[in-house]
């Protein structure tokens, strides 16, 4: 089993690319999709870095799975790295699924708020 960062441990991009395959591999799947790589992805991620994918392509590759939205501080920070790396077009996807979550906080929200004024 590799090392993985310890759960109080704050995870940055930087620390995180420190890691090198089964550890990167865990580690990226713990930040960005807060759970454990099943047997089929960690083989096949460990062979995309094997074949040389970059690891950052590998966290893109994550991010925008549809697992991939939780909000996060290492999310953010690897939105901001990945700007130049992306499509307008998966520019535009992540974009409006981020503004339709955003809606849905907010729609459900208002209706609990109105559901408390009697």
Known sequence: MPIQASPNTTLTLNSLLEFNDDEFVHNAYEALLRRPPD???????????????????????????????????????????????????????FVSTNVKNIYYKFKAAAEMSSRKVT
Do not use: C, V, W, Y
């Open 39 to 93: 047997p089929s992805g960690l083989q096949s991620n460990l062979q995309q870095l094997s074949n040389g994918e970059s690891k950052l392509g590998i966290l893109k590759q994550l991010r925008f799975s549809p697992e991939g939205g939780h909000d996060s501080a290492i999310a953010l920070e690897l939105d901001i790295a990945i700007q130049g790396m992306i499509s307008d077009t998966e520019r535009l996807l």
